[in-house]
């Protein structure tokens, strides 16, 4: 992270016998509070004025940390939108006598701006500088996309699961009632807690909410567990100096080598006159590691009938999520197999995936320009596995009907000739789209080749961002790969459109192509870039004539 970003804050923490817990190892709550003081900060430091926790996604603990190492965490604001921000923090340790560093987890908090009482704090707009600050800002607007969906997908997943969970059968492990593992906790909200306008700190309540927790997890399984991952969560509402927090846990299930535990927090004033307000509630994961660091085999736990069981369900239905978010989404690029087999469940990750993978190769900072014939110029990027390719060109149409013409894939033959049909399989939301394509393309076997493509599209977030549409290959039982066609794939590959002025647009193609794509075209890349050159004229001229029946399809609207 170069040091000209005005929102970066650093701050290095050495691990004393008072931050650990009973291992002498950092406990997770601590690292809470500090992980959340200097988002806070750095948030602070763009809006200029106060600033609350509003969320914080998924974090995943990589390691545990000791006694006398050093914690060091970076936190800078990788977007701003309207009166809330997004702030990447990375947090890794140093062992002081060995120099090794090592990193522990990321994060990405969500932190709004707090004006006088009853006003709207409008944040300004972030310039991100370098290659890794404009994926970040590009792709915020995914994540903030996201995490608007989160709940939603877990509802959608709870309608489709069968509506009894099975109960799990392990051989000869202990059962216990979720019941025994409830814990209930008071803490009283004092000045120290709370930021200088009296609002408790989102880092203390995470860290008291990681204490009850940590205490339910063990009375499963009557050791000391270790904090794994906590889901993302939003805080629904503000506490302050004076308030008593209640913090309730309890295991919700435990599989065979995790269990998750719930927590949730509410408020209630000295009076408690008024009914308690509820805070936030978080899913946390624990382990029990033995003594080569590996997780022991849990006890299984019995939920009590009702709610239990509805927790039980829930919490089976979050491992599924975690793992496909983890699996889709924390995945460098280069590792991602190239079709993923796309179900109900994962389908808010692909989609982020699919549209996050383009949105990076968009901000790359190394393209060259290969070629330029009259109005298209054709750039290419070379990484260590991948050639990429950018074609661009200004049309004559305004950008929000050159994305509503590009994004529809049944009509790309009409100005692709490597497209002979697309025929839409499953219209997902209005977002996203799954197609099998057909390619008049022939394969080194002679037989045509056919995809399986999801096609993501977004309007922008904000002044300045493209319209977007992305491709990528997914495997769907309905369309297995037949002996009639190669199953052909793409890794990353669309559109983003720039509004230019009202009527003029920057349309811009781009393809990653994996090596196996490479072995079809030609090594001449000038015969490829007239082909691209002649495939993308015949592009804008689809565009063209197509945009006065859009105006006049409108105009009878």
Not at 479 to 504: I, N, Q
């Amino acid at each position: 992270m170069g040091g000209h970003n005005p929102t970066e804050v650093q701050m290095s923490q050495l691990v004393l016998p008072c931050h650990s817990n009973q291992h002498g190892e950092l406990s997770a709550g601590q690292l809470l509070k500090w992980i959340d003081t200097a988002a806070c900060l750095s948030a602070e430091r763009h809006a200029g004025c106060p600033c609350v926790t509003a969320s914080m996604d998924d974090i995943y603990f990589e390691h545990t940390i000791s006694v006398g190492q050093v914690v060091n965490i970076k936190a800078k604001v990788n977007r701003a939108f309207n009166s809330s921000m997004e702030v990447g923090i990375q947090v890794s340790y140093e062992d002081l006598c060995s120099g090794k560093h090592c990193s522990i987890c990321k994060a990405y908090a969500t932190f709004v701006a707090q004006g006088p009482p009853g006003t709207k704090v409008k944040l300004k707009p972030l310039t991100p500088q370098t290659e890794e600050e404009k994926i970040e800002h590009s792709i915020a607007a995914e994540r903030r996309r996201m995490r608007l969906v989160h709940k939603d997908t877990l509802k959608d997943l709870l309608t489709r699961s069968t509506s009894n969970a099975e109960m799990e059968t392990r051989d000869g492990s202990v059962v216990v009632p979720a019941e025994k593992t409830r814990v209930e906790s008071v803490e009283l909200v004092l000045p120290p807690h709370a930021n200088h306008q009296g609002n408790t700190f989102g880092g203390q309540i995470m860290a008291w909410m990681e204490n009850v927790a940590t205490i339910a997890a063990s009375r499963l399984c009557h050791a000391h567990p270790t904090l794994r991952a906590i889901e993302m969560f939003h805080f629904r509402g503000p506490s302050q100096v004076g308030d008593r927090l209640v913090l309730k846990a309890i295991v919700n299930n435990a599989f065979k080598n995790s269990m998750e535990v719930g927590v949730c927090t509410e408020a209630y004033d000295q009076e408690m006159s008024v009914s308690r307000r509820h805070i936030n509630s978080a899913f946390m994961t624990f382990v029990v590691l033995d003594e080569e660091g590996q997780p022991r085999t849990l006890p299984m736990v019995v939920p009590q009938p009702g709610d239990g069981e509805r927790r039980y369900r829930e919490a089976s239905a979050r491992k599924k999520i975690r793992l496909d978010r983890k699996y889709v989404v924390s995945c460098k690029q280069t590792e991602v197999p190239l079709s993923v087999p796309w179900d109900q469940s994962n389908k808010v990750y692909l989609s982020y995936n699919n549209v996050s993978a383009l949105k990076t190769l968009v901000a790359k900072a190394n393209w060259v320009l290969a070629r330029e014939k009259e109005k298209v110029q054709i750039y290419t990027l070379e990484e260590d596995k991948f050639l990429s390719f950018r074609i661009e060109m200004l049309v004559h149409i305004s950008a929000s009907q050159a994305f509503s013409l590009l994004s529809d894939l049944r009509r790309r033959h009409e100005w692709d000739s490597h497209y002979e049909s697309a025929e839409l399989v499953q219209q997902v939301d209005e977002d996203d789209a799954i197609y099998h394509v057909l390619s008049q393309t022939l394969s080194r076997e002679n037989k045509p080749q056919d995809f399986v493509i999801l096609a993501s599209r977004r309007k922008p977030c904000s002044r300045g961002d493209p319209y977007v549409v992305a491709f990528r290959s997914v495997t769907l039982p309905t369309h297995p790969a037949s002996s009639t066609y190669t199953r052909g794939e793409t890794l990353c590959s669309g559109f983003c459109v720039w509004p230019e002025s009202e009527e003029m647009s920057k349309v811009a193609y781009y393809n990653q192509a994996t090596p196996g794509y490479l072995n079809y075209v030609t090594t001449n890349v000038v015969g490829l870039s007239s082909n691209f050159c002649a495939t993308f004229e015949a592009c804008e001229k689809f565009l063209l004539k197509n945009k006065d029946d859009l105006i006049a399809r409108l105009q009878q609207l």
